[in-house]
T-cell receptor, first 111, second 113 residues
């Protein structure tokens, strides 16, 4: 399975945008990019996913590089509730319904 | 309320004593999955099920069994638990495979002594 690389931790100020990077240089043409987050003492929570084009939803935006070797999760206006571990995961589509989580990025929001 | 429930939430047991962790979802989802979470290792998938009577191994299936006799339930069975299965376990479900978002349960903290 293609691997992702994320910073171990990041800090951001409350009410400012946050850009969480993810490198996936060995991504294949059919791999989807998924993002989940895990708030303290909770199960993971779906954030967003995409294939090639940038994606937006009510929680975040996903910007995918043109060569697809990297992507960025954008939280437009961070709140204290966004403090969590964010996981960037690649998912293949052919006969593969497994998700392999890495260790993610721990995001701290500074009030 | 749409949710994934797990029972028990906390369990302390001894080596070799068979146990079952139940998982149930009320969203009529076809796909269900089990993960374990350990410090420094992140979340690792144990087993998943695409639909009733269809199960497949994840990344760390050794020492675990699952069954999917009904759509809503996906129990995790440890026939002979060992201390290395001490972990935090999460069940998840999605409508139909991973192209749809997964909903996770609250977790079961298992300690095997």
């Amino acid at each position: 399975d293609a691997k992702t690389t994320q910073p171990n931790s990041m800090e951001s100020n409350e009410e400012e945008p946050v850009h969480l990077p993810c490198n996936h240089s060995t991504i294949s043409g059919t791999d989807y990019i998924h993002w989940y987050r895990q708030l303290p003492s909770q199960g993971p929570e779906y954030v967003i996913h995409g294939l090639t084009s940038n994606v937006n939803n009510r929680m975040a935006s996903l910007a995918i590089a043109e060569d697809r070797k990297s992507s960025t999760l954008i939280l437009h206006r961070a709140t204290l509730r966004d403090a969590a571990v964010y996981y960037c995961i690649l998912r293949g589509v052919f006969g593969n319904e497994k998700l392999t989580f890495g260790t993610g990025t721990r995001l701290t929001i500074i009030p | 309320e749409a949710q994934v429930t797990q029972n028990p939430r906390y369990l302390i047991t001894v080596t070799g004593k068979k146990l079952t962790v139940t998982c149930s979802q009320n969203m009529n989802h076809e796909y269900m999955s089990w993960y374990r979470q350990d410090p420094g290792l992140g979340l690792r998938q144990i087993y998943y099920s695409m639909n009733v009577e269809v199960t497949d191994k994840g990344d760390v299936p050794e020492g675990y069994k699952v069954s999917r006799k009904e759509k809503r339930n996906f129990p995790l069975i440890l026939e002979s638990p060992s201390p290395n299965q001490t972990s935090l376990y999460f069940c998840a479900s999605s409508l139909r495979g991973l192209v749809y978002e997964q909903y996770f349960g609250p977790g079961t903290r298992l300690t095997v002594t």
